[in-house]
């Protein structure tokens, strides 16, 4: 049943007939095994109908494109937290929601760097014989990343340097002591109606949600929101001093840090070295009950 449980789906690019399938024949499986005691046929039917799942997730993990982390069924949208009492039941509320969606956009791009640098590994020896999906998965991670890149059958020519850099995680502390503040624990207007905990703007009309001139960005739901926030600061210019000390604590072994990548975000705010205390101080209040609430979620197996 373990086994079962941990199967991959396929991605958003492939058909999701054989999940549905499989989880028919689960549930079938399964309330036939709940009256295992009445029949020894019905046991020995529940059975082959559980093997019959394992093989349905067999063909959809071999059919998962390789850079994709397992999918999940619904997206997330902002609940209102403000029916919760503030102070501890709101924050760990906060905290349950969007633990999990941080860790697993870290993993996912954990898996890209892995992936990135077993590439970067085979370019000097055989570079040219990348096949033609890693080429193309190649150029769009160069196109994520925004950065000029030269990638086919004739010419492999990568900034891998630049590129690892923009390709990265960020700790999760800060990524969560910046939805704090952005956001007002979940409670703002632009976090409850468009998605959007990090105070990202639009400048056009009818962009997003809020007054005319000062919008801010809707999404359509809180990974995405939670995307956009990395692909600012792993990708546009005025973040690339955070990202070059990112990758610097990098290579040199050391653990990357809330402290140390928050003096980096200078312009994310107009309030400066104020903007700075304030994180600073939502991290100590805070970092207790964020490892608390992710050691319970990991416990629990909600954390990918």
Partial sequence: MTYLLSCRLPNRHQSLQPLAMARGLLATGERLLRRFARSRMQRRSGLCLLMVVMAVCSVAEAARLDDELLVRDT?????????????????????????????????????????????????????????????ERLNALCEQAQQRCSVSAADIGIPWDDLLASIDTLPLDMVMVQAIEESGWGTSGHARNANNLFGMRCFTSGCGTGRAGREYQRFESLEAGLAAYYQNLNANPRYARMRQLRARLRNAGERVRAEDLIPMLGAYSTRGEAYFATLNELLRWNRGLIRTVRERLAANGVLS
């Fill in 75 to 135: 997206t997330h949208q902002m609940p209102d937290l403000r029916v919760l009492a503030a102070g501890n039941p709101r924050k760990v509320a906060f905290f349950e929601l969007m633990i999990p969606l941080v860790v697993a956009q870290n993993q996912r791009l954990s898996e890209q760097r892995d992936w990135l640098q077993a590439m970067r590994r085979r370019a000097g020896e055989a570079g040219r014989d990348y096949s033609e999906r890693e080429q």
